[in-house]
């Protein structure tokens, strides 16, 4: 079972697990990543309208520290069932055994449903990569195992539908969308030419941002930059932001940006920064993935205020009771 100063220290510690459940709790981002992952003609068989997320998760505790899996349920066309598995890595070099853990994630859903007396229904697969290497591992079980070829038959077959960002063109990455921002986003992470596309990056979200949720996806996108990105400087990232959103006067930077900057200044040592930041983050990020297990649970989704006003400790009290209850919903 978890506890919650483990489950806050686990969720602190993988910021590519917290900024792409961000991404994905927006079902548009959901919907548009399958428009591009799977092939047109089994989109179109999708009623991606219906989509929304599902109540269980199926990736196994020891594979946390690489993986987020994120399952949604959706109606197919006919008006039969359907769910959609999204695998995210965040691996700096692909899974040899990527293909035979989705394997592993079916089956597991297709037991869950046996043992509610539902009928097995299909499974799509997505995989979303962002190292920085072209993903040159495994997309199907038959590779993985050896033999000869007449036993191939007998071997799982499927092929694992791959969004490689490394991939991706620097054009179509600058596609007006929120979306494909989030997904230059993600390729860019670790990449040394992170600081100097941050300008472009920055002006490019600010006219992106939806007017009722701006602030908090610029909060998550701030909060990302300084715990994944570990090649950026807080000064860097400081200028960046001052640039953009206090262009011509303006006063438009956040006031999460605000009180980060400060926290981290005001120690004057790296460290006494790393400190201060990690404390500031802690209190958001753990208010986001509150209600992300909230909404997986099926319980009322607290406000952000309501969250806000509670202490970092009872927060994180919180956030361990939500995640040893769906600990418990996955056994």
Same mark, same amino acid.
């Given at each position: 079972?978890?506890?919650?100063?483990?489950?806050?220290?686990?969720?602190?510690?993988? /910021?590519?697990?917290?900024?792409?459940?961000?991404?994905?709790?927006?079902?548009?981002?959901?919907?548009?990543?399958?428009?591009?992952?799977? /092939?047109?003609?089994?989109?179109?068989?999708?009623? @991606?309208?219906?989509?929304?997320?599902?109540?269980?998760? &199926?990736?196994?505790?020891?594979?946390?520290?690489?993986?987020?899996?994120?399952?949604? #349920?959706?109606?197919?066309?006919? +008006?039969?069932?359907? %769910?959609?598995?999204?695998?995210?890595?965040?691996?700096?070099?692909?899974?040899?055994?990527?293909?035979?853990?989705? @394997? *592993?994630?079916?089956? *597991? @859903?297709?037991?869950?449903?046996?043992?509610?007396?539902?009928?097995?229904?299909?499974?799509?697969?997505?995989?979303?990569?962002?190292?920085?290497? /072209?993903?040159?591992?495994?997309?199907?079980?038959?590779?993985?195992?050896? $033999?000869?070829?007449? %036993?191939?038959?007998?071997?799982?077959?499927?092929?694992? /539908?791959?969004?490689?960002?490394?991939?991706?063109?620097?054009?179509?990455?600058?596609?007006?969308?929120?979306?494909?921002?989030?997904?230059?986003?993600?390729?860019?992470?670790?990449?040394?030419?992170?600081?100097? !596309?941050?300008?472009?990056? %920055?002006?490019?979200?600010?006219?992106?941002?939806?007017?009722?949720? $701006?602030?908090?996806?610029?909060?998550?996108?701030?909060?990302?930059? &300084?715990?994944?990105?570990?090649?950026?400087?807080?000064?860097?990232?400081?200028?960046?932001?001052?640039?953009? &959103?206090?262009? #011509? $006067?303006?006063?438009?930077?956040?006031?999460?940006?605000?009180?980060?900057?400060?926290?981290?200044?005001?120690? $004057?040592?790296?460290?006494?920064?790393?400190? +201060?930041?990690?404390? +500031?983050?802690?209190?958001?990020?753990?208010?986001?993935?509150?209600?992300?297990?909230?909404?997986?649970?099926?319980?009322?989704?607290?406000? *952000?205020?309501?969250? !806000?006003?509670?202490? @970092?400790?009872?927060?994180?009290?919180?956030?361990? #009771?939500?995640?040893?209850?769906?600990? *418990?919903?996955?056994?």
């Amino acid at each position: 079972m978890a506890t919650s100063e483990t489950s806050a220290q686990d969720y602190l510690g993988n /910021p590519h697990d917290r900024f792409t459940r961000h991404m994905l709790a927006n079902l548009d981002n959901v919907r548009e990543l399958v428009r591009r992952a799977l /092939p047109a003609e089994v989109v179109e068989q999708l009623d @991606l309208a219906s989509l929304r997320p599902a109540k269980q998760s &199926f990736v196994d505790q020891t594979l946390r520290s690489s993986h987020t899996d994120l399952v949604f #349920e959706t109606q197919l066309a006919n +008006g039969a069932e359907a %769910f959609v598995v999204l695998l995210l890595e965040h691996k700096s070099s692909p899974d040899e055994l990527t293909a035979f853990q989705v @394997l *592993r994630y079916i089956v *597991r @859903l297709g037991e869950e449903r046996l043992r509610n007396k539902q009928p097995l229904c299909p499974v799509l697969p997505v995989v979303l990569y962002h190292g920085p290497r /072209p993903w040159n591992a495994a997309r199907s079980v038959r590779e993985l195992v050896g $033999g000869p070829a007449a %036993f191939l038959e007998f071997v799982p077959d499927f092929t694992l /539908p791959l969004v490689d960002l490394s991939q991706w063109s620097d054009d179509e990455l600058r596609e007006e969308s929120l979306f494909m921002a989030y997904m230059s986003l993600l390729k860019y992470i670790h990449d040394d030419s992170l600081p100097a !596309r941050l300008v472009e990056f %920055f002006r490019l979200l600010r006219r992106l941002l939806p007017p009722a949720s $701006g602030m908090e996806c610029l909060e998550a996108v701030l909060r990302y930059l &300084f715990s994944g990105a570990s090649q950026l400087s807080n000064d860097v990232l400081q200028a960046a932001v001052v640039q953009v &959103f206090h262009e #011509e $006067g303006e006063s438009l930077m956040p006031t999460i940006a605000e009180q980060v900057f400060q926290a981290g200044l005001e120690k $004057g040592e790296q460290q006494g920064i790393e400190q +201060g930041i990690n404390r +500031g983050l802690a209190h958001g990020e753990l208010i986001g993935e509150i209600r992300v297990l909230q909404q997986m649970l099926g319980k009322a989704v607290s406000t *952000r205020e309501e969250l !806000r006003g509670k202490s @970092l400790e009872e927060l994180t009290e919180l956030a361990g #009771e939500l995640n040893a209850a769906a600990s *418990r919903r996955e056994n």
